[in-house]
């Protein structure tokens, strides 16, 4: 365990040395994977499903803030769309507009939610993302959380259903925007996925800051708990058919996740815990200190010794064999004379 902790403290100051090149890492590697997706996913513009098209697009968003990988993602997904059905590509444009509104009203700065959110989808481990963020964030997460499955199901209903959106397939202008539009405002499972993972959110932002030992394992364990029921009940009362060994592998995955991030973020040692009390003027304090499980990583130095070359003979500051005999008689003859001396 100790060499967990010893990576740990390393893995930080590395982070700490360099989190300017590691941040623009992970956003271009965020902007792969998304764009990538989003083009394996519908791909119907032969003009935007290329190469290129996705490299270009993470090197260039490596570079900016997180909102503008939003936007460029939520145009990539339009633009396949329209291509698919003006009718499919207008509704979908409508409905992007108004969660890109929502979420840049409330929750600006959590733009990687809402990218991450249909991705984790694709892995099959979405529950990782209300877990993690009710560890290390706030309920407002929920919102950009609730837009990126708004969008993985918009995504998911494109592809399953190309034939009767696309153009040349049967029903008319009116039909193919009436189905659009009956999907995203009668689709229950989205809704219960939004619903459980705001709910699953707040359970284990509650429970972790509750002056509780062991609150983040608690949290971790309760909000598991919560998403395996929400779902189950679900299923029963909305007719939802879902996998059942899916939930509990995934919900067992993303309790993996959550305790991988705890130990990062959040390793006390409640066997130390001190409890402190101590007034003022006009309040009593009640203090519980937990300390951290901290170790410090020893600072390897190489030193580097090179050989001091000899110096050549009657050069300043060496005796030479003669002079060094002569000075040992004189210091012999100079012995018996102050020794003489009163």
């Known amino acids: 365990m100790t060499s967990l902790y010893e990576i740990r403290e390393q893995m930080k100051l590395l982070y700490s040395k360099y989190n300017l090149y590691i941040d623009t890492l992970l956003k271009f590697v965020l902007g792969l994977i998304v764009f990538f997706m989003v083009n394996m996913r519908l791909g119907y513009l032969s003009m935007l499903n290329n190469f290129a098209v ?53 929750a600006p700065g959590q733009g990687y939610l809402l990218l991450v959110t249909p991705v984790l989808f694709v892995l099959r481990i979405p529950y990782a993302l209300p877990l993690v963020m009710g560890l290390v964030g706030t309920p407002v997460c929920a919102v950009p959380i609730g837009c990126g499955v708004a969008a993985y199901y918009i995504m998911h209903f494109a592809r399953e259903n190309v034939a009767s959106l696309s153009s040349a397939g049967s029903g008319n202008m009116g039909d193919r925007m009436k189905y659009m539009l009956e999907y995203v405002t009668g689709n229950q499972e989205m809704f219960l996925t939004i619903c459980a993972f705001a709910a699953v959110l707040a359970i284990v932002y509650l429970i972790r800051r509750a002056s509780l030992d062991y609150s983040w394992q608690i949290a971790i364990g309760a909000g598991c708990l919560a998403n395996i029921l929400i779902f189950l009940i679900g299923d029963f009362a909305m007719d939802v058919s879902g996998s059942i060994l899916g939930l509990l592998l995934g919900s067992v995955l993303s309790a993996g996740a959550a ?77 018996p004379r102050r020794q003489e001396r009163p």
């Open 54 to 106: 996705p490299v270009l697009l993470a090197l260039l968003c490596s570079f900016l803030p997180v909102n503008f990988m939003v936007v460029a993602a939520a145009v990539l997904v339009i633009g396949h769309l329209l291509a698919l059905s003006l009718e499919v590509g207008a509704v979908a444009a409508a409905i992007l507009l108004v969660m890109l509104f929502l979420y840049f009203v409330v």
């Open 259 to 335: 305790f991988a991030v705890q130990f990062f973020v959040f390793s006390v040692d409640y066997t130390g815990t001190r409890k402190v009390q101590f007034e003022d003027d006009e309040y009593y304090y009640y203090v519980k200190a937990v300390p951290k499980i901290t170790i410090s990583v020893q600072d390897k130095q190489v030193k580097e010794i090179h050989r001091q070359s000899r110096r050549p003979r009657g050069q300043a500051g060496q005796r030479r064999p003669g002079q060094e005999r002569r000075t040992h008689r004189e210091e012999a003859r100079q012995a």
